[in-house]
């Protein structure tokens, strides 16, 4: 069996404000905080003896590994995002950056959604992806309006309760 695996979808590189500033704050954590603390303990484990059954010296191997692995990729990800952070002349309309509530129709469930950039999806808080299947279906929508969206669970339709961008 090989290990090789198609190359993944690119994804839109647009980011809000705060998601921009968010992934920055991690960087600069990552690289002067957590980074320097890893050499410090690796340095320490490699400090008494044979590495090759040092415990401590692998996990803080691989520790760094992890690290820097995520520095390079923000590094990069961070040079190629385009901050969005003005709001659209239509603000009765579903674009990125807006707040909306829709209402499934089959279970008149309730749900509130934001539409952000790849880079900080969060379905805890309901901050979905430009990319997603509900956000492609949401665009330029109203209150009001109906969409279909093919979800995991199958082809599923709302009401678009509400719109906003506070």
Not at 42 to 47: I, N, Q, S
Not at 59 to 79: A, N, W
Request: glycine letters at 6%.
């Amino acid at each position: 069996m090989s290990r090789w695996r198609p190359p993944s979808e690119a994804s839109t590189a647009i980011i809000t404000r705060e998601g921009f500033e968010r992934l920055r704050d991690e960087l600069n954590h990552l690289w002067k905080e957590k980074r320097p603390e890893v050499v410090k303990a690796l340095a320490a484990a490699a400090a008494e003896g044979d590495r090759s059954e040092n415990a401590e010296y692998t996990y803080r191997k691989k520790q760094l590994g992890e690290i820097d692995r995520r520095v390079r990729y923000l590094s990069k990800r961070l040079e190629s995002l385009k901050v969005v952070d003005t709001l659209p002349a239509d603000r009765e309309a579903i674009y990125f950056g807006a707040h909306f509530e829709v209402e499934n129709i089959a279970n008149g469930e309730i749900s509130r959604y934001r539409i952000v950039g790849p880079d900080e999806t969060d379905a805890r808080l309901g901050l979905i992806s430009i990319d997603s299947p509900l956000a492609r279906a949401a665009l330029k929508k109203r209150a009001d309006d109906e969409l279909e969206a093919l979800l995991p669970g199958g082809l599923t339709r709302f009401a678009v309760l509400s719109v906003s961008y506070s």
